[in-house]
């Protein structure tokens, strides 16, 4: 009995073998070639952007090595928690952030780790848990990419002859398509396909090239830790590396006046933002919106990290923060003495503890200002502990508006919540390394 092949089956395997026929170990890898296999580079990237994403649940594993399978019941501050879905996580994360430092988080054995390769292990206890982290390397995924399902991949066996076409409709099923292939396998994608870039954009990719570049500017444009400690309900994050921009994407931030990128606290290059005028109309300044009013939640809070470049400045106040109900100010009673200040309706309170400790001279050291206000208390904290408080009120609408004026020295890390972080938050931050992240 002979076997027949359908016309344009016939027409992709002949097509196929021709290709093959001419390619050599160059062009095998060469995502310009329609053809692709198991160690061509677009592959590599397409099973690292489609991979377990092991850092999804961080805050019960503490790991990139693998995520936990839902549901699963973990302990935490003497409470027991069914996270059924992710968005459990936030539950979890809330009871850790007010929990004294050292809080932690128990699983309730057996759990199923799920590696970045999808591949699932039981693991019955502490002892075991531990033995597998030690023996992990973590996984590099990407995340500032997702491609839209299904997508249909033309797949041709090079020692059977074999075509078929593959419907995917997930990254599970995408990534284990590629890792299962073997030597002799090739495919063709079904373009055009759309993906969701980092700025929430639809694109489409028409071609291999366009893939392969659309994956290696997620990777550029994600260079960054996507574990931001403290990130929730943020409505302005400056980290100033190398560029003016709020990673929120909230609002737009626009340097004014001569401004250059200097070392950040940890010596990262470029990692800071130098106001080298000094002058009142040297600033970053932030256009305000309904999403990042301060005042939204009734609450907010301000945090900045700041290092004085001039002694004995004769001008004004050095503004650090300000807008039209609020200013974070240095200010003091002799100019080389420069407080941190606050100036807000009903209140006005200074660092007195600096003045006290008669801490002039602080040039060129990094210091860390926080302001929070939960609805009736105005609270300053410098470098991690609380030093003045006081009631104040607030109305209306207040959007995050200029950083610097009269001031000359380096900025960093700019945070700005629409929430009051509580005393536990404001010694994570800082306690945190610089920032240098050009994405969340």
Same mark, same amino acid.
Not at 63 to 77: A, E, G, I, R
Not at 127 to 154: M, W
Not at 311 to 320: K, S
Not at 369 to 392: I, K, P, Q
């Given at each position: 009995?002979?076997?027949?092949?359908?016309?344009?089956?016939?027409?992709?395997?002949?097509?196929?073998?021709?290709?093959?026929?001419?390619?050599?170990?160059?062009?095998?890898?060469?995502?310009?070639?329609?053809?692709?296999?198991?160690?061509?580079?677009?592959?590599?990237?397409?099973?690292?952007?489609?991979?377990?994403?092991?850092?999804?649940?961080?805050?019960?594993?503490?790991?990139?090595?693998?995520?936990?399978?839902?549901?699963?019941?973990?302990?935490?501050?003497?409470?027991?928690?069914?996270?059924?879905? *992710?968005?459990? +996580?936030?539950?979890?994360?809330?009871?850790?952030?007010?929990? *004294?430092?050292?809080?932690?988080?128990?699983? =309730?054995?057996?759990?199923?780790?799920?590696?970045?390769?999808?591949?699932?292990?039981?693991?019955?206890?502490?002892?075991?848990?531990?033995?597998?982290?030690?023996?992990?390397?973590?996984?590099?995924?990407?995340?500032?990419?997702? $491609?839209?399902?299904?997508?249909? /991949?033309?797949?041709?066996?090079?020692?059977?002859? %074999?075509? &078929?076409?593959?419907?995917?409709?997930?990254?599970?099923?995408? +990534?284990?398509? $590629?890792?299962?292939?073997?030597?002799?396998?090739?495919?063709? /994608?079904?373009? *055009?396909?759309?993906?969701?870039?980092? &700025?929430?954009?639809?694109?489409?990719?028409?071609?291999?090239?366009?893939?392969?570049?659309?994956?290696?500017?997620?990777? &550029?444009?994600?260079?960054?830790?996507?574990?931001?400690?403290?990130?929730?309900?943020?409505?302005?994050? $400056?980290?100033?590396?190398?560029?003016?921009?709020?990673?929120?994407?909230?609002?737009?931030?626009?340097?004014?006046?001569?401004?250059?990128?200097?070392?950040?606290?940890?010596?990262?290059?470029?990692?800071?933002?130098?106001?080298?005028?000094?002058?009142?109309?040297?600033? =970053?300044?932030?256009?305000?919106?309904?999403?990042?009013?301060?005042?939204?939640?009734?609450?907010?809070?301000?945090?900045?990290?700041?290092?004085?470049?001039?002694?004995?400045?004769?001008?004004?106040?050095?503004?650090?923060?300000?807008?039209?109900?609020?200013?974070?100010?240095?200010?003091? *009673?002799?100019?080389?003495?420069?407080?941190?200040? =606050?100036?807000?309706?009903?209140?006005?309170?200074?660092?007195?503890?600096?003045?006290?400790?008669?801490?002039?001279?602080? /040039?060129?050291?990094?210091?860390?200002?926080?302001?929070?206000?939960?609805?009736?208390?105005?609270?300053? +904290?410098?470098?991690?502990?609380?030093?003045?408080?006081?009631?104040?009120?607030?109305?209306?609408?207040?959007?995050?508006?200029?950083?610097?004026?009269?001031?000359?020295?380096?900025?960093?890390?700019?945070?700005?919540?629409?929430?009051?972080?509580?005393?536990?938050?404001?010694?994570?931050?800082?306690?945190?390394?610089?920032?240098? %992240?050009?994405?969340?």
């Amino acid at each position: 009995m002979k076997n027949f092949i359908k016309p344009f089956l016939l027409v992709f395997v002949i097509g196929l073998a021709t290709l093959i026929s001419c390619q050599d170990e160059e062009n095998q890898n060469n995502p310009s070639a329609g053809l692709l296999d198991k160690t061509s580079a677009v592959t590599q990237k397409l099973q690292q952007l489609t991979g377990n994403n092991t850092s999804i649940d961080n805050v019960i594993d503490s790991t990139d090595c693998f995520s936990v399978k839902l549901p699963v019941q973990v302990m935490t501050n003497g409470a027991i928690i069914t996270v059924d879905d *992710p968005e459990d +996580y936030q539950t979890v994360e809330d009871i850790l952030q007010q929990t *004294p430092v050292g809080g932690f988080v128990d699983f =309730v054995f057996p759990i199923t780790l799920i590696t970045a390769s999808y591949e699932e292990i039981v693991v019955n206890n502490e002892d075991e848990l531990v033995s597998e982290v030690a023996d992990c390397f973590g996984f590099e995924s990407i995340g500032c990419l997702s $491609l839209n399902y299904p997508i249909n /991949i033309n797949l041709y066996d090079t020692g059977s002859q %074999n075509p &078929s076409t593959i419907t995917i409709d997930n990254n599970q099923e995408f +990534y284990l398509t $590629l890792f299962n292939l073997t030597a002799t396998d090739v495919y063709e /994608i079904d373009y *055009p396909i759309t993906a969701i870039n980092a &700025s929430g954009q639809t694109i489409t990719i028409n071609s291999n090239d366009e893939l392969d570049t659309a994956i290696a500017s997620a990777i &550029s444009d994600c260079d960054c830790d996507n574990d931001t400690p403290l990130r929730d309900d943020l409505i302005l994050y $400056l980290t100033f590396a190398n560029e003016v921009n709020d990673l929120t994407g909230l609002g737009n931030s626009l340097a004014i006046g001569e401004t250059e990128f200097v070392n950040d606290r940890n010596d990262n290059g470029s990692g800071a933002l130098s106001l080298t005028q000094g002058n009142a109309d040297n600033q =970053v300044v932030t256009a305000g919106n309904v999403n990042n009013d301060m005042l939204q939640n009734n609450a907010f809070t301000v945090s900045i990290w700041f290092n004085r470049q001039i002694n004995n400045f004769q001008g004004p106040a050095e503004i650090l923060f300000q807008n039209s109900q609020l200013q974070i100010s240095l200010e003091g *009673p002799a100019s080389e003495i420069r407080a941190p200040k =606050v100036i807000a309706p009903g209140a006005e309170m200074v660092d007195q503890d600096w003045i006290d400790g008669q801490l002039f001279g602080q /040039i060129g050291v990094w210091h860390h200002v926080v302001v929070t206000w939960d609805g009736n208390m105005l609270s300053l +904290y410098r470098d991690g502990e609380l030093r003045a408080e006081s009631t104040a009120e607030f109305s209306g609408v207040m959007p995050p508006n200029f950083i610097g004026g009269n001031f000359q020295g380096f900025v960093d890390d700019v945070r700005v919540y629409k929430r009051a972080l509580n005393f536990n938050e404001i010694n994570t931050l800082f306690n945190l390394e610089g920032d240098i %992240n050009t994405c969340l």
